[in-house]
Structure formats: C-alpha cells, structure tokens
C-alpha cells in the first residue's frame, strides 16, 4: 500500500514560553484555546457551587443580592461565551487540518490573532468585578433597559460589553478560517464527501457564526452607545425600544444555541463510530441534518419572545419544532451505528451515551416550550433553567469530557486513566441528575429564576437541597478528573499512535504530532482512510 510523501521539517520544536507566546501552529493554538477555556470553565464551576450554596436554603445569607446577580451573570457568560463554544474552537484548530490531511491552518497569524483577543476579551468580562460597583450583574443575556446607564450604572457592565465583543470577533475570525482551510487545504483524495463528521459539524457551525455573531456585536456596540455616548436605542423612557433588544440578541441567541451543541454532535459521532466497531450509519443523512439544523436555527429567534405579544407565535412556534426533525435523524443514526456494534465501554464512550440521554431530555423540553401555551406557564422559571442546563451541560458539557478522554493520547501521548475516568463520569452523570432534574419541579411550583432566594413553602427546601446536594457531587468528579490528570501526567504511559483503533485521519500520524502533521498520507479512497489500509483488499469504506 503505497502513501503520499510530505516535506519533512527538520528544524527542533522548541517548548519555552516565549515559542507559545509567539506561535502560529494550530496544534498548539488549540491546545491553548482548550486550555484556556477548561480554567475558564473552573472559575465558572466555582461560581455555579456559590450560587448553588446561596440556594440551598430559603431565606439564604450566604450572598446578598446585588452579589448574587453578579455571580449568576458571570457564571452563565462564561459557561457560554468562554468555555462551550471556544473549546469547540479550540478542538477544531487542533483536529481540523488533522483530519483533511493539511499542514496547518490557511491563516496562521491570524488563527493567533484570534486566540489572544479571545483570551483578552475574557480577561475584561471577569476585571469588572475589580471596578467600585462589581462585575454586570444584568444576566448573561442583559436585557434593556436592565443593562442601561440608568439602572446598570457601575463600569462592570461596560466592561462586559467589551470583553464580550471582542470574544464576538475573535469566533469570527476562527470560523472564517476554519471554513478557508476545509475548502481549500485539503489532501489529494480528501473530497468533501469524505471529511469527517466532526469537520463537516464544525463547517455548519463556522456559518452559523458568519450569519449570528454579527449580530451580537451590533447589539453590544448600541447598548454601549446607548450607556456612554448619549444614545437612547433601546430606552423606552426616550423612544427607544427594548423589544428591539430582545430581536437582536435573540437573532444571535438561539442560534448559538446550536453553536453551542453542533461542534458536540461531531464528537459524539466520532467517539461512538469508534467504540462501536462500526462506520457512522448515515453519514450523508448526518451531514445534511447538521446543515438543516443550521438553517432552521436563523428562524426559530422569537421563540424566546413568546409572552412579549411582539411575534407571531405560530410560525415561530412550527419551526421551533421543525427544527426537531433534523436532530431526532441524529439521534436515530447513532442508536443505528451503536446496533449490533461491538461497543467498548471505555470513559469517552460512556461520556457519549451520557451526552445522549441527557441531551434527549434537554430536546424533548426543547419541544414543550416550543409550544407557546407551555411556554407562556414555564417562562422564567426554574423549568427553562433546567432545560438549558440539560441541553448545554447534560449535552456540551458531557461531549467536552469524551472529546477529553478521546484526544488526549493524540495531543499528549499518553493517556487518561480508564478506572479514575469512569469513577469521574458516574459521579459528574449522576450528580448533574440530581442537581437539574429537581429544578423542573421547581419550575412547575413556581419557583422564578434569577432570584437570590425563595420562600420557605411546599417542595421547594427540599428540592433545592436536593439540587445543592447534586452540585457538591459534580465538584467531586471534577476533583476526580483533575486527579486524573496529574496521575496520569507522573506514569506517562505511552499511549501509541493509534490507541483507539480509529480509522479517521489523525490517528495516521504519531502521537503527539510533528510540527508539520505529517511524513506520510495514507491514500484517501473513503471517509474512513486508516480502514483501508488495514483493509487493502475489502474494498474503500463507506
């Protein structure tokens, strides 16, 4: 079996701090992007356990108001803009020009440029808690006119439009690289048909960022016109109107909902593909589920406009569950691939089937509010808190950890370790039960969100401990894993090229990768390059 030559760079790597500083490989690039967002993602745990401990009883003191709507802002705007959709990211700088057989990204300083106003624009969300009045405390969302000069008046909220605008650009400039290097860098034989899933997810996703991230940096720039410069955009006491806030944000809103869980989508069918034995069943049908999901997802905005009486609920309520279709095809493709598959229940699989269950609730939820009678008895309640956070944690979060277990001995050389992962997915899957699914019951007896306490009647103490008692148990496993990583880092045990057995192009070169990618390229004949090899006379994958 014959395979491409590459030119080989000779030149050492160098590992100093300034060689980080100042690169533009995008292997390293996205290990600093993954890096980055994973201590993003510890500060916003932390916050998560304050505000979970505020809550555990009623009539809290453990935070006042004023602080707790702080560290819920700062909690949900990084969880958000921070970790889920930089990670996804950061993965695809790592994975993407790996997959297609390319030596790098098509504009490497600025894939650099990228992560530092990335990284610089997180920086400034979390200084506003530095200024005299603290950190935004008008939500992840900051809706007018509770983000206007009049009622948000400290610099926090500034700082938080502008540490969130530049996060706005940076994703701009990744997806625009990353969709260049898909087109156009790929190896001989890599035709579109036969990238990887998590590629062709991480393409549907970069154009959802081109036509939503816009957006929000139109809306960030008027609301700071709005607070500093004498404008009167969205203050009604003026003129202005605060709906037209709501249709901005919301235009980027929900479709970064779905930039929030597509990139994830590829990663549980990666893993899944794997630890199944088995080709990806429907790869075409996957493919153009992503792309539906994507174009279905710039019409469903006003969903979360429903009780304003400013919308027209019906259609907005038909797309909202049209946009279901394309993802139940996902969720049948999976169960196909998994059917009859010798399935090795290593920690990244397990972290994949709890993506699916979880997200199974978060989407069928989805589905309720879509209706707007539902939707108009569970609005800014604890219900809808619960159904995001199974969409986005019980979803994204979970599919982070399996991309973690899954990439790691290709971006290290080493490995995880299996028992401590798996000891690490129960205690996160089950604490993450525990602490959500109560909070749909909350929401059905009444209980607001956003507030700092609630009253001492009914279910609500109990549920609430519950949920406190959930979060505890998910700080564990995040204890657990960290552990992982230090244990696993001292033995070093070499992990091999190839761990896994997969069959996607990135597993063809060593472990960690060269600075070039690499020597050789097997040839491309199917979407699954390395099953050919193994297989030279079965005939090309499918």
Do not use: C
């Amino acid at each position: 079996m014959s395979a491409t030559a590459l030119p080989r760079v000779t030149a050492p790597e160098r590992h100093d701090i300034l060689s980080w500083i100042t690169t533009t490989d995008h292997k390293r690039i996205g290990v600093l992007y993954m890096g980055t967002t994973l201590l993003f993602m510890l500060v916003a745990g932390l916050l998560a356990m304050v505000i979970r401990t505020q809550l555990a009883y009623p009539g809290g003191g453990f935070l006042q108001a004023h602080a707790y709507n702080q560290i819920f802002t700062l909690h949900g705007t990084a969880m958000i803009f921070l970790v889920i959709a930089p990670f996804a990211l950061g993965l695809a700088n790592y994975l993407i020009p790996l997959q297609i057989g390319a030596p790098d990204m098509a504009f490497p300083r600025l894939n650099a440029t990228s992560y530092w106003i990335f990284l610089f624009g997180g920086l400034v969300i979390f200084a506003g808690a530095a200024t005299n009045e603290g950190a935004a405390a008008a939500g992840w969302t900051a809706y007018a006119p509770l983000s206007e000069i009049s009622i948000s008046t400290g610099l926090g909220q500034d700082f938080w439009i502008v540490g969130l605008a530049m996060v706005s650009v940076a994703s701009i400039v990744t997806a625009i690289n990353l969709v260049t290097t898909t087109f156009i860098f790929r190896a001989p034989g890599m035709t579109m048909w036969r990238i990887p899933i998590f590629t062709w997810e991480m393409l549907a996703t970069s154009l959802l960022i081109f036509m939503a991230f816009p957006s929000l940096t139109a809306t960030l720039l008027l609301l700071f016109v709005d607070r500093r410069l004498g404008g009167h955009v969205f203050d009604p006491a003026f003129g202005g109107s605060a709906i037209l806030y709501q249709h901005l944000f919301w235009f980027f809103g929900h479709p970064e909902v779905y930039v929030l869980i597509l990139p994830y989508f590829g990663v549980v069918s990666e893993v899944i593909s794997t630890f199944s034995g088995r080709a990806l069943f429907g790869y075409t049908g996957m493919v153009l589920a992503a792309f539906a999901i994507a174009g279905l997802s710039m019409g469903v905005w006003a969903h979360h406009m429903f009780t304003t009486g400013a919308v027209d609920n019906p259609f907005f309520s038909f797309v909202s569950l049209l946009i279901a279709v394309p993802t139940g095809i996902k969720f049948f493709n999976w169960i196909a691939t998994m059917w009859g598959g010798s399935i090795r229940y290593t920690a990244a699989m397990l972290y994949a089937v709890g993506f699916l269950m979880n997200f199974l609730i978060g989407g069928v939820t989805g589905v309720m509010l879509a209706s707007p009678p539902v939707d108009f008895q569970a609005r800014d309640s604890y219900f809808v808190v619960a159904h995001f956070h199974y969409t986005v944690g019980g979803g994204s979060l979970f599919a982070i950890f399996a991309a973690l277990y899954y990439w790691w001995p290709k971006v290290y050389g080493w490995r995880l370790d299996e028992r401590l992962g798996k000891i690490n997915f129960w205690l996160t899957f089950v604490g993450f039960n525990v602490t959500f699914m109560p909070m749909f019951f909350m929401g059905l007896f009444g209980m607001p969100r956003r507030v700092y306490t609630y009253p001492n009647a009914g279910a609500l103490p109990l549920l609430n401990i519950v949920a406190t008692a959930g979060a505890y148990l998910m700080l564990f496993g995040a204890i657990v894993f960290v552990a992982n990583i230090v244990i696993s880092a001292r033995r070093k045990v070499p992990a091999g090229d190839n761990p896994w057995h997969g069959y996607t192009l990135e597993w063809a070169t060593s472990s960690p990768p060269p600075e070039h990618n690499f020597d050789r390229l097997p040839p491309i004949r199917s979407a699954r390059p390395l099953y050919d090899v193994e297989h030279p006379k079965g005939g090309a994958a499918t």
